[in-house]
């Protein structure tokens, strides 16, 4: 199948606004995890002070974590579907939490501007047209020393880890997600994995594009060798300057 990009992409989120939440709920450890890669970006103190991008927040799971890990940070959650961003508003939020509609590419458009001490992002790159692009941008966005933590699906490699993806998406995600009229959406999320680089292949993607510290940390249960939070650190050259 072709993978949905861009505007096709964020129609199929708009549809699946409606029951995505739903779906979340049935994936066992789903926000424990997200809490956890929240966790490993290391911010100190709660993220007193500290401003964070929840770069393609959905329906606000993403951000949740962020809110309960760093209670301190002011938090910018951006996404490009208007129905997705229509869901996670609608819920209630402290007042350190703002959603702006966006896609990765368009921050600049929209008034998202740096500098920012850490860029939170979830299940968005394997979804780019060009996530070296993103990436470049993320870079651009976050301060000196500023921290990445990338909460994806990337696949270890090992065919075993690959069979468990298909058959979880075979079995369950994709009957189930077929049944609510959002099949389309989902039949891409499952390619869009196997597609996607192996946590391997990221990581050195995310050096070349200009950070360091680089560390690829497993996630428990079902989904380990499955999805990975990536964490890093925007490189410099120098104590002088930026590249």
Same mark, same amino acid.
């Given at each position: 199948?072709?993978?949905?990009?861009?505007?096709?992409?964020?129609?199929?989120?708009?549809?699946?606004?409606?029951?995505y939440?739903?779906?979340?709920?049935?994936?066992?450890?789903?926000?424990a995890?997200?809490?956890?890669?929240?966790?490993?970006?290391?911010?100190?103190?709660?993220?007193?002070?500290?401003r964070?991008?929840?770069?393609?927040?959905?329906?606000?799971?993403?951000?949740?974590?962020? #809110? /309960?890990v760093?209670?301190?940070?002011?938090? =910018?959650? $951006?996404? !490009? *579907? %208007?129905?997705? &961003?229509? +869901? @996670? #508003? /609608?819920?209630?939020?402290?007042?350190?939490? =703002?959603f $702006?509609? !966006? *896609? %990765?590419?368009? &921050?600049? +458009? @929209?008034?998202?501007?740096?500098?920012?001490?850490?860029?939170?992002?979830?299940?968005?790159?394997?979804?780019?047209?060009d996530?070296?692009?993103?990436?470049?941008?993320?870079?651009?966005?976050?301060?000196?020393?500023?921290?990445?933590?990338?909460?994806?699906?990337?696949?270890?490699?090992?065919?075993a880890?690959?069979?468990?993806?298909?058959?979880?998406?075979?079995g369950?995600?994709?009957?189930?997600?077929?049944?609510?009229?959002?099949?389309?959406?989902?039949?891409?999320?499952?390619?869009?994995?196997?597609?996607?680089?192996?946590?391997?292949?990221?990581?050195?993607r995310?050096?070349?594009?200009?950070?360091?510290?680089?560390?690829?940390?497993?996630?428990?249960?079902?989904?380990?060798?499955?999805?990975?939070?990536?964490?890093?650190?925007?490189?410099?050259?120098?104590?002088?300057?930026?590249?």
């Amino acid at each position: 199948m072709t993978l949905l990009r861009d505007a096709d992409l964020a129609a199929a989120f708009d549809l699946a606004a409606r029951s995505y939440d739903t779906l979340v709920a049935a994936n066992p450890g789903y926000h424990a995890h997200l809490r956890r890669s929240a966790r490993r970006l290391g911010l100190p103190d709660g993220g007193h002070g500290m401003r964070v991008l929840d770069l393609g927040c959905g329906t606000g799971a993403s951000t949740a974590a962020l #809110a /309960a890990v760093l209670p301190g940070a002011e938090i =910018t959650a $951006v996404d !490009a *579907s %208007a129905g997705m &961003l229509e +869901r @996670a #508003a /609608a819920k209630p939020w402290p007042d350190n939490v =703002t959603f $702006v509609r !966006a *896609s %990765a590419e368009g &921050l600049a +458009r @929209a008034g998202v501007e740096g500098p920012f001490d850490a860029v939170f992002a979830a299940y968005l790159f394997r979804n780019a047209a060009d996530p070296d692009a993103v990436l470049a941008t993320v870079r651009d966005l976050l301060g000196p020393h500023g921290r990445l933590a990338v909460h994806e699906y990337t696949l270890s490699g090992r065919a075993a880890h690959r069979a468990v993806w298909t058959a979880v998406c075979g079995g369950f995600v994709l009957p189930v997600a077929t049944a609510l009229g959002d099949g389309r959406l989902y039949r891409h999320l499952w390619r869009s994995v196997v597609d996607f680089d192996t946590a391997g292949e990221f990581a050195a993607r995310v050096r070349a594009a200009g950070f360091d510290h680089v560390r690829v940390l497993p996630l428990p249960g079902w989904q380990t060798g499955i999805t990975h939070t990536f964490v890093a650190r925007r490189e410099l050259l120098d104590t002088a300057g930026d590249r």
